[in-house]
């Protein structure tokens, strides 16, 4: 269902850009999905995460030994997040649709819900990305103030001290209250969220086991309660900052805009809207880019959501042409301690009193 303040127009930028796009796949004879490369890498990140989680059942170590393979595994978890249900959840994974849902569901494995991520993430965040009142992701409320139009309370002031333990804490919030909500008012933020069938159900309930099993279940009859519980919260702290981090510096930082649509306001273009509410970080890190899955190349995966990530560095250079020849600014932090302090300045500015978001003017049709 689609928020009926929002309208978008036609596009003659998204055109051009599709239609190069398409050019390049017809010219380099790639196809858009990840291929035997994406495989790989997703064999080697499970091998990270059972690397780390088997050390810790067999070796039973010490708190401090297990808070470091908890580390560890934490972040081979955000990593499969990343760049495996990822690219899986938008099926750009695999042109097979089966292996697309097996990526996908690996959320379910950590612990979420691939059904409720398809439509807060696939279809609400990408469509009206930093959109207030339709955008769940900068509606963080009482917690945090992400854009102008959030109500102001005395303790946002200290935001941007206080916020990165509430990133660190996210994943209990999902897994407990959130998906449940979600599936239990049928809503995402002002969207309608279909009731989950059939196979839905099924894989979310499986879901469910397995995380359950894996989590607790196994190490807690392996090594016992104590140990399992601090593997499993330092695994979800690592898990919860990661995450957040990431997806905030590429739309929570002061390069990026915001939009506030009123009723019957002028219609917005699809991808100048990407364009102004989207940032690209650190591109030349290459270490950085194999690990976050291409969220780096963020504005490169809002435009083209159903390409495999491993194909943003090169449409990254696509992009920056076509913007250049339209006279679109492509926003592009050039590393990521510059894109952190960006984040960090942006939620202290947000913290004050009188603070307005960056209003885009950017994201409207300029011709129809
Ligand atoms: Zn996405």
Known sequence: MRDQHVRFGRSDLQSELRRRVDDYFEQSGQTRDGGVRIIVKTALIFAWFFAGYITFLVLRPGALGTMALAISTGLACSGLGFAVQHDGGHRAYSRKPWLNRASAAVLDFLGGSSYVWRHKHGFVHHTYPNV?????????????????????????????????????????????????????????GSTKLARPKGREVAIFLAGKVVYCSWAFLIPAMTVGWASTLLFYVTTQLCLGLTLAIVFQMAHCVEEAEFVHPAPGGPRLDHARLQLATTVDFAQHNRLLSWYVGGLNFQVVHHLFPAVSHIHYPALSKIVAETCAEFDVEYRVIPTLPQALRSHYRFLRRLGQPDATSYQSENAYCTNN
């Open 132 to 188: 207030t009142g339709v955008d769940e992701d900068i509606h963080t409320e009482p917690f945090a103030r992400m854009h102008g139009n959030s109500p102001y309370r005395a303790a946002y002031r200290f935001q941007h001290i206080y916020i990165w333990a509430l990133y660190a804490l996210l994943p209990f919030v999902w897994v407990l209250y959130d998906d449940v909500r979600r599936l239990w008012t049928g809503k995402v």
